[in-house]
């Protein structure tokens, strides 16, 4: 079976752009819904809820790419990831700083208080924080003098998104039809990936 054609530079670059714009629709409906007063009765909770969704979806689209280009061959798909990781940061950015801002008014001691006293907000806050390395590590140049050492850092991606689902469980409380969704999709793109650990692993030769 011959490997599909690769895109050209023009169709990378109209592929991005519909990429942006469609990471970009999320916020674009806020704002909407802000200016026409569609945020419901607590706006605060609606905006935070819906970026932390967001983010959640971004990670999950981002962990996707790879099975998605060996099972179908198209090395190109490579080329979004990047894109998808960072727009999964940016919308924790505006995760988090509703938090810190809408919320808690940046105030450090509430903030404080609600990392050490409430679980959710101690496991969202974590993988935030894991997640700024990534963020800043994302470029090419960031790749090359990292070496070895930028896969194993990225490799946090699967904690970061196991973190994000149980951030979001906790946080739903009883209706866990959502969080359950998102915790499936996970484990099916963790699984799909042991195969090619375990292969790697055995490959190894075993050392005392």
């Given at each position: ?82 894109l998808l990781g960072l727009f999964a940061f940016f919308y924790a950015c505006l995760h988090f700083t509703t ?110």
């Open positions: 079976m011959p490997l599909p054609a690769p895109l050209s530079r023009r169709q990378v670059f109209w592929c991005k752009a519909l990429l942006w714009l469609l990471c970009l629709t999320p916020l674009a409906r806020l704002i909407f819904l802000g200016l026409t007063g569609g945020l419901g009765a607590n706006p605060i909770e609606f905006i935070t809820r819906s970026t932390g969704t967001w983010t959640l979806v971004g990670l999950l689209a981002t962990l996707s790419v790879t099975p998605l280009r060996r099972m179908t061959g198209l090395n190109w798909l490579v080329r979004f990831r990047r938090y810190i801002w809408l919320d808690q008014f940046f105030d450090p001691a509430g903030i404080a208080r609600d990392i050490l006293k409430r679980p959710f907000i101690t496991v969202g806050f974590t993988a935030f924080i894991l997640l700024v390395p990534l963020a800043a590590t994302s470029s090419q140049r960031m790749m090359k003098k990292l070496g070895s050492d930028w896969q194993r850092l990225h490799r946090l991606i699967y904690l970061i998104a196991g973190l994000g689902v149980v951030h979001y469980w906790w946080l739903v409380k009883k209706d866990i039809t959502q969080p359950l969704i998102y915790a499936c999709v996970l484990v099916v793109l963790l699984a799909v990936r042991l195969p090619r650990l375990a292969a790697r692993a055995g490959a190894k030769p075993f050392r005392n």
